[in-house]
Every structure is written in structure tokens, then in C-alpha cells.
Nanobody, 131 residues
Framework: QLRLVESGGGLVQPGGSLRLSCGAS???????????IGWFRQAPGKEHEGVSC????????NYADSVKGRFTISRDNGKNTVYLQMNSLKPEDTAAYYC?????????????????????WGQGTQVTVSS
């Protein structure tokens, strides 16, 4: 069973930066390079919002309009890790951030921001942007 663990959250002032990490483990015969990864966030009282995604190969990425130009997603398949670099953070970025994985062994370009497309989820890491 694939296991995802997020880290890197915390309290930051507006305009600051954080880098979130999503580490994967628990592979059986497959490896991390056959999973597309998405980052999602959920603020209190709101539904999960797609933030960014990256294809299994890393060649395709997508971002929510609200974070374009500020957030950058990347992956290191050798380290079984996906990163979300968040710059110019705003108070409205405050939320619990989750990474999620979808098994895509035959499509190295697939990437989407729809929560229901992802079967495996981490426990989340809290990001609070406040002065």
C-alpha cells in the first residue's frame, strides 16, 4: 500500500516562502515513477482545492490560477519525493495541504487537479500565513 507523508508546513508571514515535501513509501513491484502526484489544500469550512499537479515523468505540470507564478511543483523520483515551493505567500493560502497520488503506469503525461482522481492521500501539513 502506497504511503504518503507531507512535511514542511508552518507559520510564515505574508510574502514569505515555504517548501513542502511529499515523501512516498510502501511500494510493492512498482516504483514512484508510475505515480502522478497532486497537491491539494483545505481551509476550514471549505472543500479540497486543487493546487498543483505533476505527471509521473515530471514533464507535465498544472497550477490553480490562484497560485500561478508563486508556487512551483517538482519531483525527484530517485528520492521518491515531490516538492511544492511556495513563494509570496498570502493569508488566503492558509490551509491544510495534502499530497495525493494516482497510479498511471501507461500515461507519463497525466496530471489533474481533481481530488476524486487520486486514490492515495497523505495526512496533511498545516500552512498558516499570518503577521
Amino acid at each position: 500500500q502506497l504511503r504518503l507523508v507531507e512535511s514542511g508546513g508552518g507559520l510564515v508571514q505574508p510574502g514569505g516562502s515555504l517548501r513542502l515535501s511529499c515523501g512516498a513509501s510502501g511500494f510493492t513491484v512498482e516504483n514512484f515513477a508510475v505515480y502522478a502526484i497532486g497537491w491539494f489544500r483545505q481551509a476550514p469550512g471549505k472543500e479540497h482545492e486543487g493546487v498543483s499537479c505533476i505527471s509521473s515523468s515530471g514533464g507535465s505540470t498544472n497550477y490553480a490560477d490562484s497560485v500561478k507564478g508563486r508556487f512551483t511543483i517538482s519531483r525527484d523520483n530517485g528520492k521518491n519525493t515531490v516538492y511544492l515551493q511556495m513563494n509570496s505567500l498570502k493569508p488566503e493560502d492558509t490551509a491544510a495541504y495534502y499530497c495525493a497520488a494516482r497510479f498511471v503506469p501507461y500515461d507519463t503525461t497525466w496530471c489533474a487537479l481533481t481530488p476524486r482522481d487520486f486514490a492515495f492521500w497523505g495526512q496533511g501539513t498545516q500552512v498558516t500565513v499570518s503577521s
